[in-house]
């Protein structure tokens, strides 16, 4: 059997919102990625954390209220938690489903920074909702802290930046994990936002786009294929119209050229084509596909899913 290294990025679906749909999801999903090993996928897994990280990031505000001796805390402290806390439920539910399948694959999650630019414009013009909503009166005290809010239907949000990634600050670590055949769970949530300041790194108040960085340490792994799970089978032009079509098999030309004509929500779809043009684009023979959850293995297979190459 062939070995491919395969990153796989996991979406919202893959790992419920409170305590107990985290715990049943991630024994489905650890089915799934027992499922890729059985078929010859080298593993290494990336995952959301948006209502996990928002939850976390609410909880620690709603302390801080009634302790007022603790200091607010930030969204960075708030992504490593979120990566320790799903991590934790993951690396778990894939061990378990490994051994009952007769399969001894010691399964980590490591603990990733991910390095952003001080001068990326994401952080002039935020747009990733974090939180519970606000009221007028914190929303103020948020602005007065520095903090970026923005109004919505039911009151009030906030609001953070969505840098680009630039370097992986534990790639060595994955690797070196991934190269002794291990299953890793890295830059979960898209990774724990830093600047790099001389020797020492701090956090950013900021959210980094997950696909994008499954693309990044793709890329950066030298791995085979690029498999990003999402909601739907496959992806399609003219969406929710009379003329809308799925794809099946797509070059990265034909990719950009919709990404032109604007085919893909920004903030759902787009990153995950953006992030698997640019993978594939920086070495020929490499494949990403793009599929539901539940169809992982037959993705990986080439039997369905939206394979761009």
Same mark, same amino acid.
Do not use: W
């Given at each position: 059997?062939?070995?491919?290294?395969? #990153?796989?990025?996991?979406?919202?679906?893959?790992?419920? *919102?409170?305590?107990?749909?985290?715990?049943?999801?991630?024994?489905?999903?650890?089915?799934?990625?027992?499922?890729? #090993?059985?078929?010859?996928?080298?593993?290494?897994?990336?995952?959301?954390?948006?209502?996990?990280?928002?939850? @976390?990031? *609410?909880?620690?505000?709603?302390?801080?209220?009634?302790?007022?001796?603790?200091?607010?805390?930030?969204?960075?402290?708030?992504?490593?938690?979120?990566?320790?806390?799903? $991590?934790?439920?993951?690396?778990?539910? &894939?061990?378990?489903?490994?051994?009952?399948?007769?399969?001894?694959?010691?399964?980590?999650?490591?603990?990733?920074?991910?390095? #952003?630019? /001080?001068?990326?414009?994401?952080?002039?013009?935020?747009?990733?909702?974090?939180?519970?909503?606000?009221?007028?009166?914190?929303?103020?005290?948020?602005?007065?802290?520095?903090?970026?809010?923005?109004?919505?239907?039911?009151?009030?949000?906030?609001?953070?930046?969505?840098?680009?990634?630039?370097?992986?600050?534990?790639?060595?670590?994955?690797?070196?994990?991934?190269?002794?055949?291990?299953?890793?769970?890295?830059?979960?949530?898209?990774?724990? /936002?830093?600047?790099?300041?001389?020797?020492?790194?701090?956090?950013?108040?900021? #959210?980094?786009?997950?696909?994008?960085?499954?693309?990044?340490?793709?890329?950066?792994?030298?791995?085979?294929?690029?498999? &990003?799970?999402?909601?739907?089978?496959?992806?399609?032009?003219?969406?929710?119209?009379? *003329?809308?079509?799925?794809?099946?098999?797509?070059? /990265?030309?034909?990719?950009?050229?919709?990404?032109?004509?604007?085919?893909?929500? /920004?903030?759902?779809?787009?990153?995950?084509?953006?992030?698997?043009?640019?993978?594939?684009?920086?070495?020929?023979?490499?494949?990403? &596909?793009?599929?539901?959850?539940?169809?992982?293995?037959?993705?990986?297979?080439?039997? *369905? $899913?939206? @394979?761009?190459?």
């Amino acid at each position: 059997m062939t070995k491919k290294r395969v #990153v796989v990025a996991l979406g919202h679906r893959a790992l419920g *919102t409170t305590l107990p749909e985290q715990k049943n999801a991630t024994k489905r999903t650890a089915k799934i990625i027992a499922d890729l #090993v059985e078929a010859g996928a080298d593993v290494i897994i990336t995952h959301s954390n948006a209502p996990q990280v928002g939850m @976390i990031h *609410t909880a620690m505000n709603e302390f801080g209220k009634v302790h007022p001796d603790y200091t607010a805390v930030p969204m960075s402290v708030c992504a490593a938690m979120s990566q320790g806390y799903i $991590g934790y439920d993951v690396q778990n539910a &894939i061990r378990a489903e490994l051994l009952r399948r007769g399969i001894y694959k010691p399964v980590s999650t490591i603990l990733t920074q991910v390095t #952003v630019d /001080p001068y990326d414009d994401a952080f002039h013009e935020p747009v990733k909702v974090i939180g519970r909503t606000l009221t007028e009166e914190e929303a103020e005290a948020e602005e007065k802290k520095g903090n970026y809010v923005t109004k919505t239907e039911n009151g009030y949000r906030r609001i953070v930046a969505a840098p680009k990634p630039q370097d992986i600050v534990e790639i060595d670590a994955i690797r070196a994990l991934a190269d002794a055949g291990q299953i890793v769970i890295a830059c979960g949530g898209g990774g724990i /936002p830093v600047l790099e300041q001389g020797e020492e790194l701090h956090g950013a108040s900021a #959210v980094i786009e997950k696909d994008l960085i499954s693309g990044k340490l793709a890329e950066m792994l030298d791995a085979d294929e690029l498999l &990003i799970l999402t909601s739907v089978e496959k992806v399609s032009i003219n969406y929710k119209s009379d *003329t809308e079509q799925y794809l099946d098999h797509i070059t /990265p030309a034909q990719a950009r050229q919709y990404m032109e004509e604007d085919q893909f929500e /920004p903030s759902t779809m787009r990153p995950k084509i953006e992030a698997s043009v640019s993978f594939i684009e920086k070495k020929k023979g490499r494949k990403a &596909i793009i599929t539901s959850i539940d169809k992982a293995k037959a993705a990986y297979l080439g039997k *369905t $899913g939206t @394979i761009i190459e």
